[in-house]
């Protein structure tokens, strides 16, 4: 079961009208910059692929198309950078231009999709698609664009029947803020973790550019929700500090005149923008993320300058909510790619853990007004199990209509507002009323879900959470975790077609820290 979102939903991203994030230049400065380490990677396969869909290993490297021929480097595993490689005309003299047609694809299967019959929300310009036509050869082509790949796909269209192009020397120049780094590996573990925990280890490298990207093919950006997973992530594996501090710094230096913080940043263009679109879960997330690396840095620099800008956003958020201190029903929240459930309660639980966070934050700033936000925090969540949990049916309500749903239940799971003994039957509900593996799409959901059941010591159950959903991805070939997952509809995108997916996307390396922290 898996539902879309799209421009007609209810839950349309929420652009800021009206109002503008103001940059704070001094505070940007100290963002600090990022230098990428690169490798020059060579293909590990070369196959030349027929019309008919016949497949040939080629062990030239030097490779001639004929008509009716797509020439396919893989280069072994994905990686995010650029691409050359060297053409020249074969056979009689070149008397036509090439129209060459280039797909990067992540995973093998994009290699057959047609982008012409894709209609979708998003602007079709992500799918790394490249034409171009090529006067004189021999010639060295050098791609402009960044593409995040593990197959380059070069087809040439309309091909003169006197005479072929002729590649040779591909070279793929793969970059990352940690490529060349190295993370312990797990202890005592089976296989089948060691094998997950890999690909979550080389997804989260690949995200790792001049911030942590979601996606390396798609959005390329700074989003807080993101951010703050693979923040996480991070501080278990590379324990790289200067990526989320110029992210910490990028977010905080933009806020409006009511406190809002922006729910992502644009990060490739010429200087960092803040995007105009606000969610209010991600504004909470920020003061979680804020407050995580704190534990992981004891940075007292970087909290002095942004528990400012955490306290600002912490005032408007307390603003925001209702007289029974709950978030009400809004339209600007995302927590998941599900449309169908009701979200109240699900960023009723974020609240809370923001709230708890920054008095973390508080205490450590030596703020005067801990007390009050101890009295504060105590007030909400007595009103979250007034407003949001039945005791008769073990399980948490969202909405007006006292909606049941998994979302609920698993982001109540994190933040100890039950008895343990309670707690326990919150899960054995869960798991009896909701197909969990078919309901829960999304990588950063089912990493949540893990958590919660290793939170409450039900480790095996989280495991196989865990071996179900990530293991799934790696039998289907993959060496990186992808956006979205459903085993029984692989070909399932919120967007409209795979091409606008992402197969490496930073959300889905959550079982690396999972295992670190409940495991080792």
Known sequence: ???????????????????????????????????????????????????????????????????????????????????????????????APLLLKTRFAEIQTELNIDASQIKSWLPLS?????????????????????????????????????????????????????LNDTVKPLKHVS???????????????????????????????????????????????FNNHELPKRCLYLLGSYIDDKGRLPADVLTRLEEPVADDLFWFDYELLFIVALKEYMCATSDEFLLSNLYPVAKRAFKFIQDQLTNTSTVGNRKDIFIDWSTHFNKET????????????????????????????TQFFVQVKKQ???????????????????????????????????????????????????????????PSTQGLLAEALFKHNRSDEALTVIKNYWGGMLR???????????????????????LLNGYCFGWSSYPSYLFRKYLQ
């Not at 994030?21 to 060579?42: G, M, R, V």
């Not at 909405?399 to 994190?414: A, R, T, V």
């Not at 975790?481 to 795979?498: H, I, M, T």
């Open 1 to 95: 079961m898996t539902y879309s979102f799209n421009n007609s939903s209810s839950e349309k991203f929420q652009q800021i009208s009206g109002s503008q994030f103001q940059e704070d230049s001094k505070l940007l400065s100290n963002a600090p910059n990022i230098t990428l380490q690169t490798q020059l990677i060579k293909p590990a396969a070369i196959m030349i692929i027929t019309n008919s869909g016949k497949k040939r290993i080629v062990s030239d490297e030097s490779v001639e198309i004929k008509p009716g021929q797509k020439l396919v480097y893989d280069l072994g595993s994905l990686y995010v950078g650029y691409f050359t490689v060297k053409c020249q005309s074969v056979g009689s003299p070149m008397d």
């Open 126 to 178: 992500w799918i790394q698609d490249d034409i171009q036509t090529i006067e004189v050869l021999p010639n060295q082509l050098s791609y402009r664009r960044r593409f995040s790949c593990r197959y380059i796909c070069l087809e040439p269209i309309g091909q003169s029947l006197k005479w072929q192009p002729e590649f040779k020397e591909p070279i793929f120049k793969a970059e990352s803020a940690v």
């Open 191 to 237: 296989q089948w973790i060691q094998d997950i925990d890999q690909a979550c280890i080389k997804t989260l490298r690949n995200t790792m550019q001049e911030v942590f990207e979601d996606g390396t093919k798609r959005d390329q950006r700074l989003w807080v929700s993101d951010f703050e997973i693979q923040a996480k992530v991070n501080y278990a594996t």
């Open 346 to 373: 699900a960023v009723q639980a974020e609240l809370l853990m923001a709230i708890s966070s920054f008095i973390e934050l508080a205490q450590l700033s030596n703020d005067k007004d801990v007390k009050l936000y």
């Open 384 to 442: 979250s199990l007034t407003e949001c949990y039945n005791y008769n049916e073990h399980q948490f309500t969202s909405g007006s209509q006292k909606e049941i749903n998994p979302l609920s239940q698993i982001f109540m799971l994190l933040t100890d507002l039950l008895p343990e003994k309670e707690t326990q039957l919150v899960i054995d509900r869960l798991q009896s009323q909701f197909d969990l593996e078919k309901i829960l799409t999304t």
């Open 476 to 498: 289907q070939g993959s060496d990186t975790f992808w956006e979205v997952f459903d085993k029984d509809n692989l070909s399932y995108s919120p967007y409209g077609s795979p």
